[in-house]
């Protein structure tokens, strides 16, 4: 009986070769002509956020070289994930993308248990581009350097607070890696979003805040807020004047990133498409500028340095948030 259902399904086999039919052909046919239809990028957040405005920009720019509508999914709520698990639970064809951005890296170890397994159940497809923070004080703070903040702090342990977007945002563990490389002692006050934060920092109630640069530069241009330094390893282009963290504190850096990830099982062919598209795109000086504009710089890459990325982050903020005892409410 078992002979006669191998000899069957080899006949079988046989037939669909010979009529030219591959089993393999469908996914292979699929991931050659991708995409065909529009294809949803999900963004984690509200629309108008930074991340939204960065999903739109690298939408537009891939949709006029692959001649198919990239349409931005606003999926705000619970930190990221909700739109991260929508992009999870959805089928592994291409046609849904997600906006993927340090705050995944960071909520991998900020959440007790996810639906999901981020590292596992995402496949990074480009990065984007890098954006640095910048530590900030409001213009009656003592310190004007960071040195001086640092002794101020030392000095008066506790008595700073730092305000943020909310526990476990980019802000807040930029914040919390000064506060474990610096040695000082400085009292979070997390907020539902940067905008409350930063009237709160300007008025004083808040005495120090760790921001994305493009937020807060009219302020600082303007001399509402005073600049320390911004958190990136080299010096921003948006505020050239200002030093580094690590000029002070060797070794710190802290920056929010953006970039594409599909779900897990998505076709190679898909992933590779997509990538050369992004890096594309990327190469182009308008898109260069646009960027520019909010203190940016490009990432490109392959999928395997995106990915590299990622897994650095992950396991950087990981020790970050284990160090302040961040949890979600």
Not at 83 to 101: F, I, M
Not at 104 to 119: M, Q
Not at 171 to 194: I, N, S, T, W
Request: hydrophobic content about 45%; charged content about 15%.
């Amino acid at each position: 009986m078992r002979e006669g259902r191998r000899r069957f399904l080899q006949r079988a086999a046989a037939a669909l070769v010979a009529g030219g039919i591959s089993i393999a052909a469908p996914c292979a046919a699929v991931a050659q002509t991708w995409p065909v239809r529009p294809v949803r990028i999900i963004v984690p957040t509200t629309a108008g956020a930074t991340t939204d405005i960065i999903a739109r920009l690298i939408a537009q720019a891939i949709s006029e070289r692959l001649g198919q509508q990239f349409i931005i999914e606003n999926r705000p709520g619970g930190g990221n994930t909700l739109g991260t698990e929508a992009v999870v639970r959805s089928a592994p064809d291409g046609y849904t993308v997600l906006l993927v951005n340090a705050v995944n890296a960071i909520n991998v170890t900020l959440f007790p248990k996810l639906n999901y397994d981020f590292s596992a159940d995402i496949v990074p497809v480009a990065g984007i581009i890098r954006v640095p923070l910048v530590m900030q004080v409001y213009p009656g703070f003592p310190a004007k350097t960071v040195p001086e903040f640092i002794a101020y702090a030392k000095a008066n342990p506790g008595k700073i607070n730092m305000g943020s977007a909310g526990t476990g945002s980019t802000p807040h563990v930029a914040g919390e890696l000064f506060k474990m490389m610096a040695g000082v002692d400085l009292l979070h006050v997390p907020y539902r979003g940067g905008a409350a934060a930063m009237t709160d920092l300007m008025s004083g109630q808040v005495q120090v805040m760790f921001e994305p640069v493009a937020g807060p530069l009219e302020h600082l241009r303007s001399g509402r807020l005073r600049a320390l330094a911004v958190t990136t390893t080299a010096r921003s282009p948006a505020l050239p004047e200002v030093p580094t963290v690590g000029e002070f504190v060797p070794g710190y850096e802290a920056s929010s990133w953006y970039g594409l990830g599909v779900p897990k099982g998505t076709a190679t062919e898909i992933i590779d498409t997509l990538n050369r598209t992004v890096n594309a795109a990327l190469a182009d000086p308008k898109l260069q500028a646009r960027f520019a504009d909010l203190g940016a710089t490009v990432l490109a890459g392959s999928p395997a340095d995106f990915a590299k990325l990622v897994a650095a982050e992950t396991e950087k903020w990981g020790r970050v948030v284990k160090f302040s005892g961040a949890k979600v409410e």
